[in-house]
C-alpha cells in the first residue's frame, strides 16, 4: 500500500519516539526504502491489456507474480540480451511467461515448469488469451523430476519455483544454460528475511537459510559472475562464463607474468 508523505513522517516520529537508537535506524531504512519503491512504482509504465488482467488477478487472488518492478527489469534484461529461448521454473498464471514472450517477439520460445493443477489450467488459458499458445511448451510436474531429462540450450533461465530448492535447481540447470546467457533468480533476498533486515520468521529459518547458501553458491561459483540487485523481493543476475572468460583475467594476467 502506498504511504504519504505525512504518513512517512508520522511513521519516522513515532518510530523515534518509541524505539532505541539502533531501531530507529533500521526503521528508518526500511521507510525510506518503501518510499522509493513507491517512487519507482509512480514513475515506470502500467500493465495494460492481459498483462494488467493478469496482475490484477494475482493481487485478487493472491497469487504470488513477480513484482513490478522485477517485471520491467527481465522485460529489459531479455529484450537486450536478445533471448529467445527462455526456461522458466514457476509457471504461476503466466504473468512472467507473458513478460519474456512479449520482450522476445515474433520466434521466441519459453519452456515453462509448473506443478500445481489449477495454475496450469489457468497458465494455459492466459497463453491463448495472449495469442501465444504456439510459443509456449508447459511442462507439467515437479521441477526437480522434471529437470533430470530436460533437454536444452536456453538463452535465459528463470528461477521462481521453490525457494528452498534454488541450489538444487541450478545445478539441474546450468548445463542447460547457454555460455555467455543469463540465470535470473527472483525473491533472493526473502522479504528482507535473507539479510537479516526484518526478522526471520520461525517456520522461514530453512528457506532463509538456504537462500544465503544459494547466493553465497552463485557468487562464489567458477561458471557465473552474479550481481544481486535489491529490488522487489531481490533479484540475482547471474552471467554463464564461456572457455575462455571461466579462466578468468587474473589467471592470463599470471601466466603472463610467469613467462616473462
Ligand atoms: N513466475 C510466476 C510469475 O511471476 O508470474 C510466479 C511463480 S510463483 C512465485 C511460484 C510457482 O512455482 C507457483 O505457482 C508454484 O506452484 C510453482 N512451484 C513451486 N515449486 C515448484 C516445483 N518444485 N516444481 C514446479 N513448480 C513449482
Not at 519516522?12 to 535506524?25: D, L, P
Not at 492481459?50 to 522485460?75: N, Q
Request: proline share 3%; glycine share 8%.
Amino acid at each position: 500500500m502506498k504511504k504519504s508523505k505525512e504518513t512517512i513522517n508520522n511513521t519516522i516520529n513515532n518510530t523515534i519516539s518509541n524505539t532505541s537508537n539502533e531501531c530507529e535506524k533500521e526503521n528508518r531504512e526500511i521507510i525510506v526504502r518503501d518510499h522509493a519503491k513507491d517512487f519507482l512504482l509512480d514513475i515506470l509504465p502500467k500493465d495494460r491489456g492481459i498483462l494488467k488482467e493478469l496482475r490484477d488477478y494475482g493481487e485478487e487472488h493472491h497469487v504470488p507474480i513477480v513484482e513490478e518492478e522485477v517485471a520491467a527489469l527481465i522485460k529489459v534484461l531479455t529484450r537486450t540480451s536478445g533471448a529467445k529461448n527462455v526456461l522458466e521454473i514457476g509457471t504461476a498464471i503466466g504473468y512472467s511467461g507473458c513478460i519474456f514472450l512479449e520482450a522476445m517477439g515474433e520466434g521466441g520460445k519459453l519452456t515453462t515448469i509448473e506443478r500445481n493443477e489449477e495454475m496450469l489450467r489457468l497458465a494455459g488459458e492466459n497463453f491463448r488469451k495472449a495469442g501465444r499458445e504456439n510459443s509456449v511448451r508447459i511442462l507439467p510436474g515437479d521441477a526437480l523430476e522434471i529437470l533430470h531429462y530436460l533437454k536444452g540450450d536456453y538463452d535465459l533461465i528463470f528461477l521462481d519455483g521453490a525457494k528452498g530448492h534454488y541450489r538444487e535447481m541450478l545445478d539441474l540447470t546450468i548445463s542447460l544454460l547457454k555460455p555467455g546467457g543469463l540465470l535470473i533468480s527472483d525473491n533472493i533476498l526473502f522479504k528482507g528475511m535473507v539479510t537479516g533486515e526484518h526478522p526471520v520468521k520461525r517456520r522461514k529459518r530453512t528457506i532463509v537459510n538456504r537462500m544465503r547458501d544459494y547466493l553465497k553458491y552463485i557468487c562464489d561459483h567458477p561458471l557465473l559472475d552474479t550481481s544481486i540487485i535489491p529490488i522487489g523481493d531481490g533479484v540475482a543476475l547471474s552471467y554463464r562464463k564461456n572457455e575462455v572468460e571461466q579462466k578468468g583475467l587474473s589467471e592470463r594476467i599470471e601466466k603472463k607474468e610467469d613467462s616473462e
